[in-house]
């Protein structure tokens, strides 16, 4: 059995401390395998003029690596499971899915400063419409500027005073060491996190055993089963980047599993928010149920589903 096994990956800062660390991982699990970064510009990273939503979602930012997938230049690739669209293809499969980080939004602006608080004509920052829609609807005096560009380029934006504050991914400032820039760690049951915000994804070809075996010991049971839940209800609705919604799965102290899904209007309104309970084992069935009770709820006039 070959000792090699190469990593694709972003180049963003971000994207190297998350295959760094499963790189480490990987070492220390399994003593004498040399791991190799194989490092991939995606069209996400090409494309930095334009929202997300307007050029192709999600799959910007995976697709060149799971070309490198196909081709055998690399074995395994390493995403924030956020960017992988709902669907994947058939000739991959998600080998692990290591402990989630913190998965809640962060404010990151003056010192002191909270969202709710924030004056008229505030400047805030988000690449989300997700973000932009729950923004507007906490605080309808600010004004939601569009955001690209890897972490630090967008801490950088409040530095030099293009913007006022900006609203990232918790756990990506959590990673790169940069907490200490968060004025305000938004709860979840205000700002109902993407889903699987805060999970990487080990991708791997379906056909590589080999390599499904030496990612396999990485996996987080937990966190696997909430990142399913959260993947379902994404799969249910159709929906990708292009529609301001979010989803969030943790287990309860009785053991069980509780799924919150939110789908919300462009400007903050209209907003449906539903939540179901149910065993661990269901992850996957609590999500399409959570999905399907906000298309009862009439959430298809936001989703472009409706009539």
């Not at 690399?74 to 991959?92: G, I, Q, R, T, Y």
């Not at 972490?151 to 400032?173: F, N, Q, S, Y």
């Not at 996996?219 to 292009?242: K, Q, Y």
């Not at 449906?272 to 996957?284: I, L, N, S, T, W």
């Amino acid at each position: 059995m070959s000792t090699r096994i190469r990593i694709a990956t972003r180049g963003s800062e971000l994207a190297l401390w998350q295959a760094n660390h499963v790189r480490d991982a990987l070492r220390a699990a399994h003593a004498g395998l040399e791991v190799e970064l194989v490092i991939v510009t995606t069209e996400g990273d090409r494309i930095q003029d334009r929202p997300l939503h307007e050029v192709g979602g999600k799959g910007l930012f995976t697709k060149g690596i799971e070309e490198r997938l196909a081709a055998g230049e690399a074995e395994l690739a390493v995403h924030s499971m956020k960017d992988l669209p709902a669907l994947m293809s058939d000739a991959f499969v998600i080998a692990a899915t290591p402990e989630r980080v913190d998965p809640r939004d962060a404010l990151c602006g003056p010192a002191g400063v909270l969202l709710a608080d924030l004056p008229a004509g505030t400047r805030v920052g988000t690449g989300s419409l997700r973000r932009a829609a729950l923004v507007a609807r906490e605080n309808p005096r600010v004004t939601v500027a569009p955001l690209r560009g890897n972490v630090p380029t967008r801490l950088r934006k409040v530095e030099h005073g293009e913007l006022d504050a900006v609203i990232l991914a918790a756990a990506g400032l959590v990673r790169l060491g940069l907490a200490d820039r968060i004025t305000e760690w938004i709860p979840t049951d205000r700002f109902c996190p993407s889903p699987a915000q805060g999970i990487l994804a080990l991708q791997c070809r379906n056909d590589d055993a080999r390599t499904r075996e030496l990612a396999g010991v990485l996996d987080h049971a937990p966190t696997a089963l909430r990142a399913a839940a959260e993947r379902s209800f994404l799969r249910r609705l159709e929906a990708g980047c292009t529609v301001p919604m979010g989803c969030f799965a943790e287990h309860t102290d009785a053991g069980e599993l509780h799924v919150t899904g939110m789908v919300i209007g462009a400007g903050g309104r209209p907003y449906f928010r539903a939540a179901k309970v149910g065993a661990p084992g269901d992850a996957v069935q609590l999500g399409v149920d959570v999905a399907q009770t906000l298309l009862d709820m009439g959430a298809g006039v936001v989703l472009g589903t409706d009539g």
